[in-house]
């Protein structure tokens, strides 16, 4: 079936080091991939996101690129901040449904 | 805009209690998805609506469980009776559709405590 795999955390860095966050995906069909970010006591809040094979999704310094041949959709910062702690998902979207993985929690020292 | 707005944001109950779970998803949109946070099973999907129609309940777990939309702007969870393995944070989300681009906003969840 439809499913997400990332990497486990927790991940703890300094800031201004570089992210990076796997995550893998099965789908049959073509999927589109999402990243949403989850601060303290809040919802889920899209990232970023990617509607076919080779693109890439940015925002906020954040980047992922959709890659088709090797199933990945890796989260990649250059600088955190302290403000990026949080948990952070990756997910896919078939026939409608949204599947998550398990999440990955980062935080970062200033 | 609000956003989606949930109520009540904290619920403590005690075993066999019913509990209800309210959610107001954003004007306009055409989808209500239900979702279940839990450390152990993290995010699932328990049930979701397109224009009131309930699409896909696969992952309502039994049939303590229930879902209504009686409108585009009001949904309910209820879970009776409750247990304490329901204990677990509940989120609603809303989308203008539920095609592959369009975003799901997400509000800020309900936390249910089963005693």
């Known amino acids: 079936g439809d499913s997400v795999t990332q990497m486990e955390g927790p991940v703890t860095l300094s800031e201004e080091a570089f992210l990076t966050i796997n995550c893998t995906y099965t789908a049959t069909g073509y999927p589109s991939l999402f990243w949403y970010v989850q601060y303290p006591g809040e919802g889920l809040q899209l990232l970023l996101k990617a509607t076919k094979a080779d693109d890439k999704g940015s925002n906020k310094g954040f980047e992922a690129t959709y890659r088709k041949e090797t199933t990945s959709f890796h989260l990649e910062k250059g600088s955190v901040q302290v403000s990026d702690s949080a948990v952070y998902f990756c997910a896919l979207k078939t026939l409608g449904r949204l599947y998550f993985g398990r999440g990955t929690q980062l935080t970062v020292w200033p | 805009d609000a956003g989606v707005i949930q109520s009540p944001r904290h619920e403590v109950t005690e075993m066999g209690q019913e509990v209800t779970l309210r959610c107001k998803p954003i004007s306009g949109h055409n989808s209500l998805f239900w979702y279940r946070q839990t450390m152990m099973r993290g995010l699932e999907l328990l049930i979701y609506?397109?224009?009131?129609?309930?699409?896909?309940d696969s992952g309502m777990p039994e049939d303590r469980f229930s879902a209504k939309m009686p409108n585009a702007s009001f949904s309910t969870l209820k879970i009776q009776p409750s247990e304490p393995r329901d204990s677990a944070v509940y989120f609603c989300a809303s989308s203008l559709t539920s095609g592959g681009e369009s975003e799901q906003f997400f509000g800020p969840g309900t936390r249910l405590t089963v005693l």
């Open positions: 609506f397109n224009n009131n129609v309930p699409i896909d």
